[in-house]
């Protein structure tokens, strides 16, 4: 096996694939690397440097695009988010992983349809319902919206977690009398601690960084950093590009961290896993 991947690296395919790879990440390194030197030089026009160097930029995208209330917003958001999605993701989990009951496949199908779809295909039907029903165009109609992929992204986090918790663990707790409040809160709560900080910080790494669904429904007062920035770049009038740079890398910063955190409890194996598991 050993000599046999040896063989392929060797191979002219092998060594255009790497040159492929190789070439992509020097790409993406050159692009990102060009917009944090822009966003700390002073001008930089003709050159290969900026002229000068300054932090400045980054107090005056605070100011121009009001990034502190955009910043409260989205924290609001990825808050109210993950709340809600870990009190209504972890019971049904706990559902999927002990209960057998007909159509369970099929529901558990329909769980996935939101995280293997894009989000424009049902986001601007969403939308429009949203928006008939006076929901959208407010932080309420942004958090209902991300909502539909976020519950079924905290289901197929949870549910490996839930079944890797033996069952008879249950059984003894009610045999010594507990009820299901009580078995759920001082028997499976402290287990699933793991797989709900994983699944809370996956689901807030994936709400910060959802654009669609926030784009269709956020308003004026409800836009998350993700959304402020594409309005920042595509609004009329002349806007310093060196500020917006600065704009573009707070909010790839943030997603850094948090994407950072997110691996740091979560192994992605395991999701893959799961979805291959569920795959009929």
Not at 42 to 61: E, H, K, M, V
Not at 156 to 178: H, K
Request: glycine share 8%.
């Amino acid at each position: 096996m050993e000599l046999r991947g040896r063989r392929i690296v060797a191979s002219p395919a092998g060594w255009l694939i790497w040159g492929a790879v190789l070439f992509f990440f020097v790409m993406l390194a050159g692009v990102i690397a060009s917009v944090v030197v822009s966003s700390f030089g002073t001008r930089w026009f003709d050159t290969w440097l900026p002229q000068g160097w300054t932090a400045g930029w980054y107090g005056r995208a605070w100011d121009d695009f009001t990034l502190g209330p955009v910043l409260v917003v989205t924290l609001e958001v990825a808050v109210l988010v993950v709340g809600l999605s870990l009190l209504i993701g972890v019971p049904a989990a706990y559902t999927l992983a002990r209960r057998s009951f007909p159509g369970r496949r099929l529901l558990q199908l329909l769980f996935l349809l939101p995280i293997l779809m894009p989000p424009i295909t049902y986001g601007i039907p969403l939308a429009t319902v949203l928006y008939k029903y006076g929901f959208a165009g407010h932080l309420s109609g942004v958090v209902l919206a991300n909502l539909v992929p976020s519950v079924p992204f905290v289901i197929l986090t949870m549910t490996p977690f839930i079944e890797q918790i033996d069952p008879q663990l249950e059984r003894a707790a009610r045999m010594c009398g507990a009820t299901t409040r009580q078995i759920f809160l001082r028997v499976l709560a402290p287990l699933l601690v793991p797989g709900i900080l994983a699944a809370a910080i996956l689901v807030l790494v994936r709400t910060v960084g959802m654009f669609e669904l926030t784009f269709l429904t956020a308003g004026p007062d409800s836009q998350t950093l993700v959304v402020a920035l594409y309005y920042s770049m595509s609004s009329a009038g002349i806007r310093a590009q060196q500020s917006v740079d600065a704009m573009a890398v707070i909010y790839t910063s943030m997603m850094l961290v948090l994407l950072v955190v997110a691996l740091r409890f979560v192994n992605p194996t395991q999701l893959v896993a799961r979805v291959r598991d569920e795959d009929p």
